[in-house]
Antibody
Framework: EVQLLESGGGLVQPGGSLRLSCTAS????????MAWVRQAPGKGLERVST????????YYADSVKGRFTISRDNSKNTLYLQMNSLRVEDTAVYYC??????????????WGQGTLVTVSS | DIQMTQSPSTLSASVGDRVTITCRAS??????LAWYQQKPGKAPKLLIY???NLENGVPSRFSGSGSGTEFTLTISSLQPDDLATYFC??????????FGGGTKVEIK
């Protein structure tokens, strides 16, 4: 069974940092593009960042560019999101998601349960 | 960025009704469109990909159509389990991946 399990969320002050992790199981992690998607309370979905397999290319939403970094450790089947200079508007549930097709992030057939990040003083 | 606009934002229908949700793109996305269902407190679930392909295990009452800039998600006979918010998502390239604002489906 394909599973994604996020961890690392919590309460942090504005300007602080957090690192989210997503541990994958049930599929060949190294063969699939992955993404972080967030959802602010009562709001819609926003793609935060994606990482492809074919060339390791990464993409970021303009709202997080320069502050967030996506990475993966295929030996540990784990996806990461390093979040620095956090702002109140980064408050959201952060989901890890697996691409359906493979090496390039297109659409997502498996999602984690989400981890809540709250940025507040 | 390509903007995705869904309508209506909320709809209320009775069990057994045919329900249609529309998603419009600010420019052509060809058939690179997916639909997701999100139940309260849960993660999104992929329903449709490449505009009209039903994901494995999704009930056949769900269908998708359209191309270019206008797309629809149809539920042929609404069931109580379909209470959820539905999102469209375009993916014309890794640098261009955006979601619609969502349509909340309520059961009368």
């Amino acid at each position: 069974e394909v599973q994604l399990l996020e961890s690392g969320g919590g309460l942090v002050q504005p300007g602080g940092s957090l690192r989210l992790s997503c541990t994958a199981s049930g599929f060949t992690f190294s063969s699939y593009a992955m993404a972080w998607v967030r959802q602010a309370p009562g709001k819609g979905l926003e793609r935060v960042s994606t990482i492809n397999v074919r060339d390791g290319s990464t993409y970021y939403a303009d709202s997080v560019k320069g502050r967030f970094t996506i990475s993966r450790d295929n030996s540990k089947n784990t996806l990461y999101l390093q979040m620095n200079s956090l702002r109140v508007e980064d408050t959201a549930v952060y989901y890890c998601a697996k691409d359906r097709e493979g090496s390039v992030a297109d659409y997502f057939d498996c999602w984690g349960q989400g981890t809540l990040v709250t940025v507040s003083s | 960025d390509i903007q995705m606009t869904q309508s209506p934002s909320t709809l209320s229908a009775s069990v057994g009704d045919r329900v249609t949700i529309t998603c419009r793109a600010s420019q052509s996305v060809s058939n690179w469109l997916a639909w997701y269902q999100q139940k309260p407190g849960k993660a999104p679930k992929l329903l449709i990909y490449k505009a009209s392909n039903l994901e494995n295990g999704v009930p056949s009452r769900f269908s998708g159509s359209g191309s270019g800039t206008e797309f629809t998600l149809t539920i042929s006979s609404l069931q109580p389990d379909d209470l959820a918010t539905y999102f469209c998502q375009q993916h014309t390239g890794s640098s261009s991946l955006t979601f619609g604002g969502g349509t909340k489906v309520e059961i009368k």
